[in-house]
T-cell receptor, first 110, second 114 residues
Framework: GNSVTQMEGPVTLSEEAFLTINCTYT??????LFWYVQYPGEGLQLLLK?????DKGSNKGFEATYRKETTSFHLEKGSVQVSDSAVYFC?????????FGQGTRLTINP | NAGVMQNPRHLVRRRGQEARLRCSPM?????VYWYRQLPEEGLKFMVY????????ESGMPKERFSAEFPKEGPSILRIQQVVRGDSAAYFC????????????FGAGTRLSVL
């Protein structure tokens, strides 16, 4: 079946550091891929998406590229801010439902 | 995603009581999904509904859980005879159209079973 594996957290970085959160997936076919972000006490917000191989999703300085060869969708940001502290979820869409990774808690220190 | 409205935001129940969670999708959205998030875990799919129809309930526990999305009114997730293990955050999402790539999430209902 479909599954998503994320880099285990928690991840703690200093402000302006470079961020990578790894995500790999297992799926039949070529599913759409997503990154969602969850701030404390809130629901999930769509951060970015990619619907086909080699697509790059980007938003708020975050980027992720759909890599079919490595079945990966790693999240990157060149310079993180304290306000980026949250839990990040990688997900794929299969049969009209989202399959999520376990989430990576990110803390950015000033 | 502020358009998907869930209530209540917090719900406390004693073991054996019933919990009813409500979800109003974004305007124009006819597809509703329910997910459950256990502490320190990712979200797990429970059920997918369209108006008056359950499309996929493969993630729903076989007993005590039910969901509906009537022609009029919000979608309801109902949990009968709650147990401590039902304590979790329950999120509703909605989408529209035949190609439903993007799901928009509500803020969730946090259920605590005492």
């Amino acid at each position: 079946g479909n599954s998503v594996t994320q880099m285990e957290g928690p991840v703690t970085l200093s402000e302006e550091a470079f961020l990578t959160i790894n995500c790999t997936y297992t799926a039949t076919g070529y599913p759409s891929l997503f990154w969602y972000v969850q701030y404390p006490g809130e629901g999930l917000q769509l951060l970015l998406k990619a619907t086909k191989a080699d697509d790059k999703g980007s938003n708020k300085g975050f980027e992720a590229t759909y890599r079919k060869e490595t079945t990966s969708f790693h999240l990157e940001k060149g310079s993180v801010q304290v306000s980026d502290s949250a839990v990040y979820f990688c997900a794929l869409m299969g049969a009209q439902k989202l399959v999520f990774g376990q989430g990576t808690r990110l803390t950015i220190n000033p | 995603n502020a358009g998907v409205m869930q209530n209540p935001r917090h719900l406390v129940r004693r073991r054996g009581q019933e919990a009813r969670l409500r979800c109003s999708p974004m305007k124009g959205h006819s597809h509703v999904y329910w997910y459950r998030q256990l502490p320190e875990e990712g979200l797990k799919f429970m059920v997918y509904l369209q108006k008056e129809n359950i499309i996929d309930e493969s993630g729903m526990p076989k007993e005590r859980f039910s969901a509906e999305f009537p022609k009029e009114g919000p979608s309801i997730l109902r949990i009968q005879q709650v147990v401590r293990g039902d304590s979790a955050a329950y999120f509703c999402a909605s989408s529209w159209g035949e190609t439903v790539h993007i799901q928009y999430f509500g803020a969730g209902t946090r259920l605590s079973v005492l």
